[in-house]
């Protein structure tokens, strides 16, 4: 998918609008992405706020993936760590968007991800994704190593419970 760019975002209030609505459209589609379902649009918009303010300090970088004028796409990396793990960061909020699922855009977001954390000096990238519907197989095909399954750890969008997985990847200099 070519046409696919990713870039760095910023607060906008149309950028926040487009990353409420696909937060929105992954939580209907039972995506595991910290919320439940049905996520108000308001409750949607107040976490990319304060996700864009977090961002805008430098504990965060979060990444778009743009199809023309369209946001399809989007993930999180997140810096804020102690003094004792600077060398570290995570992923998250890793969405993409319906129609666009299966064509390489949560790939570029991920690579766009692992760039920048190298560029930073990261060497360990850590994530999770839930056990069921999560992105597991993506993240091994990205070189990822699973450090183990987490039972019950979280409520599914529609109800019940589903464990999580932790992987790892080393990076950079440490690869």
């Known amino acids: 998918m070519s046409s ?3 870039k760095v975002l910023n607060h906008d209030a149309e950028i926040e609008k487009m990353l409420a609505d696909l937060l929105v459209e992954t939580v209907a589609a039972g995506g595991s ?6 996520l108000a649009r308001e409750a949607a918009e107040a976490f990319w706020g ?3 303010d977090a961002a805008a300090r430098g504990e965060r970088i979060v990444l778009g993936a743009w199809d023309g004028e369209a946001l399809v796409g989007t993930v999180t990396l997140l810096l804020d760590y102690p003094p004792n793990q600077p060398h570290r960061a995570e992923i998250a909020k890793l969405m993409t968007r319906l129609a666009h699922r299966g064509k390489g855009v949560a790939t570029r977001l991920m690579r766009a991800a692992e760039e920048l954390a190298v560029e930073m000096g990261r060497t360990l990238l850590v994530l999770d994704t839930a056990t069921e519907e999560g992105a597991s197989r993506l993240y091994e095909k990205l070189g990822f190593t699973l450090a183990g399954e987490i039972p019950d750890f979280a409520l ?4 019940g419970l589903t464990g999580t997985l ?3 990847k080393r990076i950079g200099e440490r690869r």
């Open 4 to 6: 696919i760019e990713i």
């Open 33 to 38: 992405v910290s919320f439940m379902h049905p």
């Open 50 to 52: 304060q996700s864009l």
């Open 156 to 159: 599914k969008p529609h109800g």
């Open 166 to 168: 932790i992987y790892w």
